[in-house]
């Protein structure tokens, strides 16, 4: 997604100079709520399990969000959520309000409450999210562990790797060099290798090092 600025007076005079730049409006947000958005992150998980808590406890929805921003110790999430209580009070839906912080609602979040509000069926909506959410996080946290100890292996893998090609196989190839006619096709590449570092050690480092930068940036 494209972020488009514009210096303007309010939304209507943002939306205008868009529309006459020729550019599409998906989303529209003010400065100061993008550097709170960025600031950080709303927790969804346990945002949504407070809300949850709050409308069994019979608060209504502006009410809801109004106990959660003055309960939040972090400036900028009361600032959003400050936010999105005024947007409530003007009359629109809680997933219009949510779409002004597009960097702390993702937008399976704000599908999800919008898909339900018609029906007035948010907190069942929230509950489903938090389900979801902790399902992924758990195979998340599980692939992660699954993922540890083949890294590690690897990683020790390839240190052996290099410090027998950079090490050992040079000091070998000038003992083995006489045979170099008697020896397997693998032998004698590896004997060619040492030899190569021994004759051109940095050229083939540096070489190495740039091919590894060129793949980095691709990446």
Not at 39 to 53: D, N
Not at 67 to 91: C, D, H, W, Y
Request: glycine share 6%; net charge neutral; proline share 3%.
């Amino acid at each position: 997604m494209l972020v488009y600025a514009v210096d303007a007076l309010d939304e209507v005079d943002a939306r205008r100079q868009v529309r006459a730049a020729g550019r599409q409006i998906i989303s529209i947000a003010s400065a100061w709520q993008l550097r709170s958005a960025a600031a950080t992150r709303i927790p969804l998980v346990s945002f949504s399990q407070e809300l949850v808590a709050l409308l069994d406890a019979g608060l209504t929805l502006i009410e809801a969000v109004d106990t959660l921003s003055e309960k939040e110790p972090n400036v900028g999430t009361r600032r959003a959520l400050e936010q999105i209580r005024v947007r409530l009070f003007e009359g629109k839906t809680l997933s219009a309000a949510l779409e002004e912080f597009p960097l702390s609602f993702t937008p399976l979040y704000i599908a999800t409450v919008r898909a339900n509000e018609r029906t007035g069926t948010i907190r069942e909506a929230l509950e489903r999210f938090v389900a979801y959410q902790q399902q992924i996080d758990l195979l998340r946290k599980k692939l992660i562990s699954a993922s540890i100890y083949p890294a590690v292996l690897c990683g020790t893998g390839l240190l052996v790797t290099i410090f027998l090609l950079g090490y050992v196989v040079p000091r070998f190839s000038a003992i083995y060099e006489d045979l170099g006619s008697g020896l397997p096709w693998a032998s004698r590449l590896l004997m060619e290798w040492g030899q190569a570092l021994q004759n051109h050690g940095l050229m083939v480092v540096a070489i190495m090092a740039v091919i590894g930068l060129v793949i980095a940036n691709i990446g």
